[in-house]
């Protein structure tokens, strides 16, 4: 668990803006933080309580379960009838540990209160006013640090206290773990319901797997162009106007159209940042490279995406630029092209075409304007290809590790007789590591690019023993499974709602021996390992597995994610 030295450079406060928000911080020693980090007019409020209101009515109705059920598994049952906080009243509190979205839990004195503050740290007293309640919490505003936590360190980056990406970089690594570990414990407990007075319990529960690298870790980073930099609130006063207010960096948190500018991420690559420096230096002096406007829906730059793999043969790092463009103007991108494919690592520039007024980075069309149009990147000694919008493991590193303990949960005797079934199997991954030892591997996955992928991977390793099928798990009917057979092994890696009902009950019938669940939501993964061993008192449904292993596994230092393998056995 060692930092490498040059992580830790800080990047240079290139603007006058931040050296004055650091000198300001400084001088107030963090005892005093603002409400809210971005300054908002009425309207941008408004805005954003729609934008959140919409998003919550499109939660469904298990979302909203969930959540209680991690209120409760942070060891409290809200009584509505013990506190009700009022909108906008102050409260001196104390931080107890990190909850979803990397969020502070803190409760109440006497009533035990659930209250969630972002960007509050384990053991940090503060002063919070209450923002909203949400059923059975209620969301708090930090106004003022009266004593900070007692691990906390500087951040490195000098976008840490205002950027969406990260959250706890202020904390040192090690703590960050131990919150980690402790949120998979209170979930395992509370909503996976295993008894931690259990004398197996922590034996299945491994410690958390550090990542070895905290920083440049990330293999694929988007930024946004925006019409206006996003200003935290301090400096509002230093706007600045005409295309020097626009924007290229990444989303203030939990807004999609106000865009904090950045020169550097420290998650991503080095040469990464060479290209995100050489754009920055040069685009908005470029004749036509308008940002695009989510509103007005004019401009012509969306995004920028880069993607850093590695040269199979020679191992060095080769780099991805994908322009997604609201229209195919390849003469625009030509100023920007030649500075950046002067940079030795860049072997591909694409430009995704998205005319959409959606605000997704992928395209309708796609062209590639410089080099290949494929990177590929090398994962348990297989070659893996990615094109601009494949799927694919975004901490490389860290992906080997988590590989390896998936391979070691399978079991697999590697004489090549068993079956291995790769549920949500995004381009076959895993299943493709596996399938070296297994008999035959089929993989189900919903995107179908993502199929193609799997089947080309599959083809570059000369592995002819995987098939995969384009499918959406959460509409399986009572045919499937008769498409393969009876598996040895059950892979099961779904996004963060988890699995649905109707695969439950699907491998509650089909009985494999081993079912190797990989997640990155610990909250819908607690409620699955539920299912799958206690059962659905209200389906009147039997559990049939064993928990044996669950091993958190940290692939994001600094976010709130948090990955998990967990080893299941038929009883
Ligand atoms: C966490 S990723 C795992 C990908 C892959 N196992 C890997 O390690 O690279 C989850 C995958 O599930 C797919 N997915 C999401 N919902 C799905 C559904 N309803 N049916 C099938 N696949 C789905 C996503 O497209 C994504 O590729």
Request: charged share 20%.
């Amino acid at each position: 668990m060692t930092m490498p030295t040059n992580t830790l450079r800080h990047l240079p406060a290139t603007h006058l803006w931040l050296h004055r928000l650091n000198k300001l911080q400084k001088l107030h020693s963090s005892a005093s933080l603002s409400p809210s980090p971005f300054t908002q007019d009425p309207q941008q409020q408004r805005q954003q309580e729609r934008t959140q209101k919409t998003q919550q009515t499109r939660l469904s109705n298990s979302d909203k379960n969930i959540k209680n059920d991690i209120v409760e598994s942070i060891g409290v049952n809200n009584n509505s009838n013990s506190f009700f906080p009022k909108r906008g009243q102050t409260l001196e509190l104390v931080c107890e540990s990190l909850a979803f979205k990397g969020k502070g839990v803190c409760k109440v004195p006497d009533t035990g209160f659930v209250l969630m503050c972002d960007r509050a740290l384990p053991g940090e007293r503060f002063i919070g006013r209450v923002t909203r309640r949400k059923g059975s919490y209620a969301e708090v505003t930090k106004v003022k640090t009266l004593s900070p936590h007692l691990d906390i360190v500087d951040a490195p980056c000098e976008y840490a206290a205002y950027c969406g990406g990260c959250k706890t970089q202020n904390l040192v690594y090690e703590a960050q773990l131990k919150a980690k570990e402790q949120q998979v414990h209170g979930l395992v407990v509370n909503v996976g319901k295993f008894s931690d007075k259990d004398p197996e319990f922590y034996s299945i529960m491994k410690p958390i797997v550090p990542c070895d690298f905290q920083f440049h870790y990330r293999n694929k980073m988007e930024f946004s162009f925006g019409p206006q930099k996003w200003l935290p609130k301090e400096l509002i006063g230093e706007k600045q106007e005409g295309s020097e207010s626009y924007a290229l960096g990444l989303h203030a948190p939990g807004f999609f159209d106000k865009v904090l500018n950045v020169d550097g991420c420290l998650l991503q690559s080095e040469p990464a940042n060479t290209v995100l420096a050489t754009v920055q230096d040069c685009w908005r002096d470029s004749v036509g490279l308008t940002p695009y406007n989510v509103y007005s829906h004019a401009g012509f730059l969306k995004h920028l995406m880069l993607r850093t793999g590695r040269n199979a043969e020679s191992g060095s790092l080769e780099l991805m630029v994908n322009f997604v463009t609201s229209s195919y103007k390849p003469e625009l991108l030509k100023p920007l092209m030649e500075k950046i494919s002067a940079i030795p690592e860049v072997v591909s520039i694409m430009n995704n075409v998205n005319s959409s007024v959606g605000n997704t980075s992928v395209g309708e069309e796609e062209y590639t304007l410089y080099g290949k149009s494929t990177i590929t990147e090398v994962l348990r000694g297989l070659t893996f290809q990615i094109s601009a919008n494949s799927f694919f493991q975004t901490n490389t590193h860290q992906a080997e590790v988590l590989y390896k303990l998936i391979e070691d949960c399978a079991g697999l005797r590697g004489d090549g007789s068993e079956i291995v079934l790769d549920l949500f199997c995004g381009t076959g991954t895993i299943g493709l590591t596996l399938a070296r030892g297994a008999k035959h591997v089929y993989g189900y996955e919903v995107v179908p690019q993502a199929i193609s992928d799997a089947f080309r991977n599959a083809e570059l390793n000369g592995i002819t023993n995987a098939t995969f099928v384009q499918g959406d798990l959460n509409k399986i009917g009572e045919n499937f499974g008769n498409n393969f057979p009876k598996p040895d092994v059950v892979i099961s890696d779904p996004n963060r709602p988890g699995m649905h009902m109707k695969l439950i009950k699907f491998l509650l019938k089909l009985k494999a021996p081993r079912i190797v669940y990989v997640s990155c939501n610990p909250a819908t993964c607690a409620r699955d390992l539920d299912y799958l061993c206690h059962g659905v008192k209200e389906q009147n449904i039997k559990g049939c597995y064993k928990l044996k292993s669950l091993q958190p596994v940290d692939m994001f230092p600094h976010t709130p994610h948090i990955e998990c393998v967990c080893l299941l056995e038929l009883c």
